[in-house]
């Protein structure tokens, strides 16, 4: 029976440090479903090859976590399948074995329950999260999923070159939210920087912009002429952007709150 109780400890184990690689990986900025599944393939040694995978591997403190658990999940399974062989060792016959079989499946089932329970989920994550704020630096995010970016969304670099369409005008006048477009800084020719700039920040040649929003639009806005084209152009993306947020209302049925201004 002592092989017995240490198969369940085993397992109860397993289970609540895959509970805590779980919020260690949301922590880091994944969301919730692939940190669950990325825990589980970790812990597991299934190793998935998906593109949640690779955003696991390139970030360091993603990639500690699931080598720690890769290595508790080997070691794991083998005391779990030891635990087993040795609760079936040294058994008289066919009844004592059904009845040891029986103590195996009939405490199992709370284990199960106890998995399944979101109780017992919100109670590790919120104690988890308790300790990793308090004892650990892992509050490195993952900027494509903090900002969900995609094919249709990316942060990118703009160098502004004399006779574009963004070229020395102040932020206020581009109205570029309104084509669903954030400057997130400006980095200037003479080495200064301008984080988080406000509408009043006028953009020169030469300057070098960081822009957040959808491909196409940051696309179009680095070739975009100072002329009636480039205008057309601003005209084109506004009148897409709207047609976007109308659709997310239709979908939603949430007003959208409008765009974020940098004034």
Do not use: C
């Given at each position: 029976?002592?092989?017995?109780?240490?198969l369940?400890?085993?397992v109860?184990?397993?289970l609540?440090?895959?509970?805590?690689a779980?919020v260690a990986?949301?922590?880091?900025?994944?969301?919730?479903?692939?940190?669950r599944?990325?825990?589980?393939s970790?812990?597991?040694g299934?190793?998935?090859?998906?593109n949640?995978s690779?955003s696991?591997?390139?970030?360091?403190v993603?990639?500690r976590?699931?080598?720690?658990?890769?290595?508790?999940g080997n070691?794991?399974?083998?005391?779990?399948?030891a635990?087993?062989?040795l609760?079936?060792?040294?058994?008289?016959?066919?009844?004592?074995?059904f009845?040891?079989?029986?103590v195996?499946?009939?405490?199992?089932?709370?284990?199960y329950?106890?998995?399944?329970s979101?109780?017992?989920?919100?109670?590790?994550?919120?104690l988890m999260?308790?300790?990793?704020?308090?004892?650990s630096?892992l509050?490195?995010?993952?900027?494509?999923?903090l900002?969900?970016l995609?094919?249709?969304?990316a942060i990118?670099?703009?160098?502004v070159?004399?006779?574009?369409w963004v070229a020395d005008k102040?932020l206020?006048?581009l109205n570029?939210?309104?084509?669903?477009v954030?400057?997130l800084?400006?980095?200037?020719?003479?080495g200064s920087?301008?984080?988080?700039?406000?509408?009043?920040t006028?953009?020169?040649?030469?300057?070098m912009?960081?822009?957040?929003?959808?491909?196409?639009?940051?696309a179009?806005?680095?070739?975009r002429?100072d002329d009636?084209?480039?205008?057309?152009?601003?005209?084109?993306?506004?009148?897409?952007?709207e047609?976007?947020l109308?659709?997310?209302?239709e979908?939603?049925?949430?007003?959208?709150s409008g765009s974020?201004?940098?004034h």
């Amino acid at each position: 029976m002592i092989a017995i109780a240490a198969l369940f400890l085993v397992v109860l184990l397993a289970l609540l440090v895959a509970r805590m690689a779980e919020v260690a990986l949301i922590a880091t900025g994944l969301p919730y479903d692939v940190a669950r599944f990325q825990a589980r393939s970790a812990m597991t040694g299934v190793g998935f090859t998906t593109n949640e995978s690779e955003s696991v591997v390139s970030h360091p403190v993603r990639r500690r976590i699931v080598l720690s658990l890769m290595l508790i999940g080997n070691a794991g399974l083998v005391t779990i399948m030891a635990s087993v062989i040795l609760s079936f060792a040294g058994t008289a016959g066919g009844s004592e074995s059904f009845k040891r079989l029986a103590v195996i499946v009939a405490g199992m089932v709370p284990i199960y329950l106890i998995a399944r329970s979101d109780r017992f989920a919100r109670w590790i994550g919120t104690l988890m999260t308790r300790g990793l704020d308090r004892w650990s630096d892992l509050d490195v995010r993952d900027m494509v999923h903090l900002m969900q970016l995609t094919r249709d969304y990316a942060i990118t670099e703009l160098q502004v070159k004399p006779g574009d369409w963004v070229a020395d005008k102040p932020l206020a006048n581009l109205n570029l939210p309104d084509e669903g477009v954030l400057v997130l800084g400006i980095q200037r020719a003479d080495g200064s920087f301008v984080g988080a700039p406000r509408g009043g920040t006028v953009i020169h040649a030469y300057d070098m912009l960081v822009l957040y929003g959808r491909s196409g639009v940051l696309a179009d806005l680095d070739v975009r002429p100072d002329d009636a084209e480039g205008d057309r152009a601003h005209v084109h993306a506004v009148s897409e952007y709207e047609n976007i947020l109308d659709h997310d209302v239709e979908e939603s049925g949430v007003e959208p709150s409008g765009s974020i201004p940098q004034h």
